[in-house]
């Protein structure tokens, strides 16, 4: 079992930044890859970034690429993601996600085995 904790979430102006954190417990954090999903209101889960297992390789949904970046420090058991530039269509809760896959990278929701409770991010305009 992964416990994951997401922090960070809060209300920004359009064009602001915010950093995400998200602290695993339990197993090995270095075995799992990460991601990051989001939910707005009344709209299915969609996929944000992911991160391999040692932080070298990375992923992102063409709505946030140039703009997000995802990162893992495995001697803090976190990842983080730093949303810049933040646009009023990026407003949902933010989940964290942990996979077991043998993959580097994973952007599939179903491919993901522990999620974390979620922190809401809401952008202004």
């Known amino acids: 079992q992964v416990q994951l904790v997401e922090s960070g979430g809060g209300l920004v102006q359009a064009g602001g930044s915010l950093r995400l954190s998200c602290a695993a417990s339990g197993r090995t954090f270095s075995n799992y890859i990460m991601g990051w999903f989001r939910q707005a209101p009344g709209k299915e889960r969609e996929f944000v970034a992911t991160?391999?297992?040692?932080?070298?390789?990375?992923d992102y949904a063409d709505s946030v690429k140039g703009r997000f970046t995802v990162s893992r420090d495995n001697a803090k058991n976190t990842v983080y993601l730093q949303m810049n530039s933040l646009k009023p269509e990026d407003t949902a809760v933010y989940y964290c996600s942990a996979s077991r896959r043998p993959f580097f990278t994973v952007r599939v929701l179903g491919q993901y085995d522990y999620w974390g409770q979620g922190t809401q991010v809401t952008v202004s305009s």
């Open positions: 991160v391999s297992r040692n932080g070298g390789t990375t």
